[in-house]
């Protein structure tokens, strides 16, 4: 490991162990920045010992490697608090950009330490309750209806308008936020779901990737099976603490309605609901309509967008709108080349120089100022769904408490 390590001029290797409880003792005098542990040792494995260290010494950063590819290595990885996987054999520009990418994303500003020792008091960046922005989750009951190309172009319309708008890749498995926006995905979603509890604005921003726009991204994990690590519960702390970060908060979920998809359902402002001119996405649009108002979902919060229209198409818009009995909020223009050249290219249409005049790109700004519209509710609007004091009322059962009856 230390012949990996020899040529690089910022990373100094401090000291070596030789089974998992030496490493412990070590990791406690050296207070290192980055731990690289070995899953398989002599007595206590890597396992035991990341989580005795990510007690003792919080700051560290552990690195867990294994010749070992199953998912439940990795699982049990992430839970014992290693901030990174690697497989044996590696090479030494996958370890260095581990060691880059894991000590990117320490805890600076509010070491978990503090809070290990149990200080009185109030944790940096955890004040009281301030004005939070909306959630606004992109969501179609039918896979492949270009919500990541939407939510994409939405969130950057509305940065470019000065709204302060975050981005975050809910589709955990196969998410294409980094792709469609040429980033190279060095944090994601998967290093806050331990420090939930810990969040203040400092550590969101080092785990978020700023892009051109000014728009921030929280990214997907970067394997598929690292989206078990992230549960509902995971999705909702860290929503309730980001919204009150930005003014605008877009989710891109995934078709299928797991837990975590349902989470961010519920607490959107608003849920976009994207639809197209064929009969299949019709049908399943239908479905999932029924499925809300069985359940006495809040109507109010849908948005119906046609996506990819086109008036060639058999099924015109107003014939979307007739058979979902559902008025059609936003039409945008079918153009497939322009947005898969703008994919791959990593710009989205939205910040190109097509400008306004595009009907495509008008069509994102449109729907970025009907969004504005719907959200700029008054303070007594929001009041009158109160009791006559003002509090709120009590808040039903979740939509996937009644989904799933919990």
Request: glycine share 6%; with cysteine.
């Amino acid at each position: 490991m230390r012949k990996l390590l020899q040529f690089e001029r910022d990373v100094e290797v401090v000291a070596q162990a030789g089974d998992g409880d030496q490493a412990i003792e070590v990791a406690k005098q050296q207070q290192p920045d980055v731990i690289l542990m070995d899953i398989n040792m002599p007595g206590r494995d890597g396992i035991s010992a990341s989580q005795a260290i990510t007690r003792a010494v919080p700051v560290a950063q552990i690195i867990i490697m294994s010749v070992q590819s199953e998912a439940d290595y990795l699982r049990r990885a992430m839970l014992a608090g290693a901030r990174d996987f690697l497989m044996k054999p590696f090479s030494a520009d996958e370890l260095m950009a581990a060691i880059r990418r894991v000590y990117d994303t320490r805890p600076t500003m509010m070491p978990m330490s503090s809070m290990a020792v149990g200080q009185a008091g109030t944790a940096a960046g955890a004040k009281s309750p301030v004005a939070q922005g909306n959630i606004i989750a992109v969501y179609s009951p039918k896979g492949g209806s270009g919500c990541t190309t939407l939510a994409i172009n939405l969130a950057v319309a509305l940065a470019s308008k000065g709204h302060k708008t975050a981005l975050i890749d809910a589709s955990l498995q196969f998410g294409d936020v980094a792709v469609t926006l040429n980033m190279r995905p060095t944090t994601s979603i998967v290093d806050l779901i331990d420090r939930v509890n810990e969040l203040d604005s400092d550590l969101v921003t080092s785990v978020m990737i700023e892009h051109d726009s000014g728009l921030r991204v929280l990214l997907a994990p970067p394997r598929p099976e690292m989206a078990e690590l992230v549960t509902a519960e995971h999705i909702d702390a860290l929503l309730k603490r980001i919204v009150q970060l930005f003014d605008y908060v877009i989710v891109d979920t995934q078709s299928a309605l797991n837990d975590v998809t349902l989470d961010v359902l519920d607490v959107a402002d608003r849920i976009l609901l994207v639809t197209q001119q064929s009969l299949s996405s019709l049908t399943n649009t239908r479905r999932f309509f029924d499925l809300i108002d069985e359940l006495n979902y809040d109507p109010s919060k849908m948005m119906l967008v046609v996506n990819r229209s086109s008036d060639k198409l058999g099924i015109s818009v107003k014939d979307v709108g007739d058979a979902l009995k559902r008025p059609v909020m936003v039409v945008v223009p079918s153009e497939e080349l322009a947005v898969t050249n703008a994919a791959d290219r990593g710009q989205p249409l939205a910040s190109s120089s097509r400008g306004r005049r595009d009907p495509l790109v008008n069509a994102f700004f449109k729907l970025a100022e009907t969004l504005e519209k719907e959200l700029s509710k008054t303070e007594d609007d929001v009041i009158a769904v109160g009791n006559k004091n003002g509090s709120p009322s009590t808040k039903k059962k979740s939509f996937f408490a009644r989904l799933f009856g919990r």
